[in-house]
């Protein structure tokens, strides 16, 4: 797993791996993630919520963006306890989508919430996983133009959240 997701990463860098922009409905997109995860969630009875007002259209790598939220709702999932939440939104102005996804879990510690994406970062030492998912995260959304962050508070929840541009200038 850790090569393959250190491949993936070095691809992304190099920009080895070309993007695929068309228009994607992110609402079905966002929903069939939302559909695969929900197993995962039934089985720590967390309450996943899903929270979409329009049908919101982009200019995007379906592929590489599905992968990066489906990342931050698994990792949601992870770290939540049982009888959690994991609340996803999705939004968009005329110019920009917003996706956030925000849980109860154990949070991380404010001098920690700037490391979370570089690679190899493993806060709990008990999580299975690389420590690459989120720089992998990180580098899909900037290679979409976009930016991702997140909020957090130790032992009350995290709350990670992207900007994507809804049309794609043609120099990507």
Not at 50 to 59: F, N, P, Q, R, V
Request: proline share 3%; with cysteine.
């Amino acid at each position: 797993a850790i090569i393959n997701d250190l491949l993936t990463l070095v691809k992304l860098d190099q920009k080895e791996i070309p993007l695929n922009f068309k228009e994607t409905n992110l609402t079905q997109m966002m929903t069939d993630i939302i559909k695969r995860l929900q197993p995962m969630a039934d089985a720590k009875h967390i309450s996943l919520q899903w929270d979409a007002s329009k049908e919101i259209h982009a200019e995007a790598d379906e592929m590489k963006l599905s992968l990066a939220i489906s990342n931050l709702v698994d990792n949601a999932v992870k770290y939540t306890p049982e009888e959690g939440t994991v609340k996803v939104s999705l939004d968009a102005d005329h110019q920009n989508v917003f996706i956030s996804v925000a849980d109860t879990g154990i949070g991380i510690p404010e001098d920690k919430i700037n490391e979370v994406f570089e690679r190899f970062v493993k806060l709990n030492t008990f999580a299975k996983g690389t420590g690459l998912g989120l720089a992998i995260c990180r580098v899909i959304v900037e290679r979409l133009g976009g930016t991702i962050g997140a909020d957090s508070k130790e032992g009350e929840g995290s709350c990670f959240w992207l900007r994507l541009p809804i049309t794609q200038k043609s120099n990507n």
